[in-house]
């Protein structure tokens, strides 16, 4: 006998309750994205290697060890997306989607990284998408954060989660705490985790983002971004705080929140929860006004959050599967035509519907019945003539839509 190849480890194959679930966090983003005017993109699975690693930058993690990169026939580096955010930045820039400035767009779909696979923690995960593009102001966080805000709360799971709020400065203020940060931890050295000790001198904010216990005792009295801001700086999130408190969106300030990759600047952010266990965020995001310079295009602000897909779902429960709302059952196979032409026009007219037309037909409409539908409609012949009888709710609308 052969055996059947097995699923890579660290993707899924999503299902019933757990799909219907998934499905009802992009339905609902879709909607709640067009309400705030972000508008969709579709972007490639897999770019050139430099997109992801001139941006998110060598020293993370995502690009120093958990990236699907691979050579393809014409010898060329590539890589299976990690995020979205260095592939739209890449599209916005040889595109020219400059002249749409400030853009506001939206995307969903698969990423990649060659993580540890746990609740919660996949190689091929999922995420919903904005990112707004060219805009300076506090007021383009403001959006996207009560975009995000929405969207939680449309869901239903608003609660038990909280937006974690910081702001990392300008290019100056980061720079002072950066060299204040490794001050500080220069003097334990010894004591912190092999991967902090590596990142010290390169990248001393990822320490304070690290979940390591070894570092995690040292975080607490680290140097605080406060203590460095420039007026400029100071006052860019104070416009950002106000707006939020305009938008009635509840935030705390986590004075440690650094995002994992290199490209941040002022506002970062994260909605956390304690309800998933060790994978407790659902989104991050945050300003990368340094990106764009990065992969070679002009100065260019931009903000923007993901969040995954399984996460949020996680949160949502099991969405059950919805039953139909008419069942047509077909009691002597004679009628199948019939039947058929019935349920086409029952779903055209917007119902949902499925057929009951094979095994014993003595049978068929016990099973039909059984299926919790709103109404059934079943096709018999009775004393030697055509019978269609329509029982349950609705019976008029259907009436009507079969006559
Ligand atoms: P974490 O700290 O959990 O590793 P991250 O900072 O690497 O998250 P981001 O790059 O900010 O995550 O991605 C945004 C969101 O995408 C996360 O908040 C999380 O909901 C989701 N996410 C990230 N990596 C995974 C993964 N491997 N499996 C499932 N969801 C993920
Ligand atoms: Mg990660």
Redesign the pocket.
Same mark, same amino acid.
């Given at each position: 006998m052969s055996t059947t190849p097995q699923a890579i480890r660290g993707t899924q194959d999503i299902f019933g309750a757990e799909a219907e679930a998934f499905a009802h966090v992009v339905e609902t983003f879709e909607r709640v994205r067009k309400l705030y005017r972000f508008r969709r993109v579709e972007m490639p699975v897999f770019e050139k290697t430099e997109v992801f690693s001139r941006s998110i930058g060598e020293t993370t993690?995502?690009v120093s060890k *958990?990236m699907y990169s691979f050579e393809d026939r014409g010898g060329e580096s590539l890589t299976l997306r990690p995020e979205f955010t260095a592939g739209i930045a890449r599209a916005y820039i040889t595109n020219g989607w400059q002249q749409h400035a400030p853009l506001k767009v939206a995307t969903h779909g698969p990423l990649f990284?060659y *993580?540890r696979p746990q609740k919660g923690r996949y190689r091929q995960f999922h995420q919903i998408d904005a990112e707004i593009i060219g805009a300076a102001e506090p007021q383009a966080d403001v959006e996207l954060l009560t975009l995000a805000d929405q969207l939680l709360k449309e869901l239903g799971i608003a609660d038990g989660v909280s937006l974690q709020l910081n702001t990392l400065g300008d290019g100056a203020s980061r720079e002072a705490w950066r060299l204040a940060l490794i001050d500080y931890f220069r003097a334990v050295k010894a004591e912190l985790s092999e991967d902090s000790q590596d990142r010290l001198e390169r990248n001393p904010l990822r320490i304070l983002d690290s979940k390591d216990p070894r570092d995690k005792a040292f975080v607490a009295d680290a140097p605080k971004i406060d203590d460095f801001l420039s007026g400029e700086a100071q006052e860019f999130f104070g416009q950002v705080t106000s707006g939020l408190d305009a938008a009635g969106v509840a935030w705390t300030r986590a004075p440690a929140l650094v995002r994992?990759l290199d490209y941040y600047r002022h506002t970062a952010f994260e909605f956390v929860t304690d309800r998933l266990g060790a994978q407790g965020t659902v989104l991050g995001g945050g300003r990368y006004d340094g990106l764009m310079e990065s992969l070679g295009g002009p100065f260019t602000p931009a903000v923007g959050w993901a969040a995954g897909i399984e996460r949020l779902a996680m949160l949502l429960g099991n969405t059950a599967e919805p039953n139909a709302q008419v069942i047509v059952v077909v009691e002597d196979d004679a009628l199948l035509d019939k039947a058929i032409g019935a349920i086409t026009k029952l779903r055209s007219a917007g119902l949902s519907a499925d057929l009951v037309a094979a095994g014993s037909p003595r049978k068929r409409f016990d099973k039909a019945s059984k299926m919790g539908a709103d109404a059934l409609v079943a096709y018999a012949i009775r004393d030697g003539a055509e019978s269609v009888r329509v029982r349950g709710e609705r019976q008029a609308e259907i009436d009507r839509i079969l006559s």
């Amino acid at each position: 006998m052969s055996t059947t190849p097995q699923a890579i480890r660290g993707t899924q194959d999503i299902f019933g309750a757990e799909a219907e679930a998934f499905a009802h966090v992009v339905e609902t983003f879709e909607r709640v994205r067009k309400l705030y005017r972000f508008r969709r993109v579709e972007m490639p699975v897999f770019e050139k290697t430099e997109v992801f690693s001139r941006s998110i930058g060598e020293t993370t993690d995502v690009v120093s060890k *958990e990236m699907y990169s691979f050579e393809d026939r014409g010898g060329e580096s590539l890589t299976l997306r990690p995020e979205f955010t260095a592939g739209i930045a890449r599209a916005y820039i040889t595109n020219g989607w400059q002249q749409h400035a400030p853009l506001k767009v939206a995307t969903h779909g698969p990423l990649f990284r060659y *993580e540890r696979p746990q609740k919660g923690r996949y190689r091929q995960f999922h995420q919903i998408d904005a990112e707004i593009i060219g805009a300076a102001e506090p007021q383009a966080d403001v959006e996207l954060l009560t975009l995000a805000d929405q969207l939680l709360k449309e869901l239903g799971i608003a609660d038990g989660v909280s937006l974690q709020l910081n702001t990392l400065g300008d290019g100056a203020s980061r720079e002072a705490w950066r060299l204040a940060l490794i001050d500080y931890f220069r003097a334990v050295k010894a004591e912190l985790s092999e991967d902090s000790q590596d990142r010290l001198e390169r990248n001393p904010l990822r320490i304070l983002d690290s979940k390591d216990p070894r570092d995690k005792a040292f975080v607490a009295d680290a140097p605080k971004i406060d203590d460095f801001l420039s007026g400029e700086a100071q006052e860019f999130f104070g416009q950002v705080t106000s707006g939020l408190d305009a938008a009635g969106v509840a935030w705390t300030r986590a004075p440690a929140l650094v995002r994992g990759l290199d490209y941040y600047r002022h506002t970062a952010f994260e909605f956390v929860t304690d309800r998933l266990g060790a994978q407790g965020t659902v989104l991050g995001g945050g300003r990368y006004d340094g990106l764009m310079e990065s992969l070679g295009g002009p100065f260019t602000p931009a903000v923007g959050w993901a969040a995954g897909i399984e996460r949020l779902a996680m949160l949502l429960g099991n969405t059950a599967e919805p039953n139909a709302q008419v069942i047509v059952v077909v009691e002597d196979d004679a009628l199948l035509d019939k039947a058929i032409g019935a349920i086409t026009k029952l779903r055209s007219a917007g119902l949902s519907a499925d057929l009951v037309a094979a095994g014993s037909p003595r049978k068929r409409f016990d099973k039909a019945s059984k299926m919790g539908a709103d109404a059934l409609v079943a096709y018999a012949i009775r004393d030697g003539a055509e019978s269609v009888r329509v029982r349950g709710e609705r019976q008029a609308e259907i009436d009507r839509i079969l006559s």
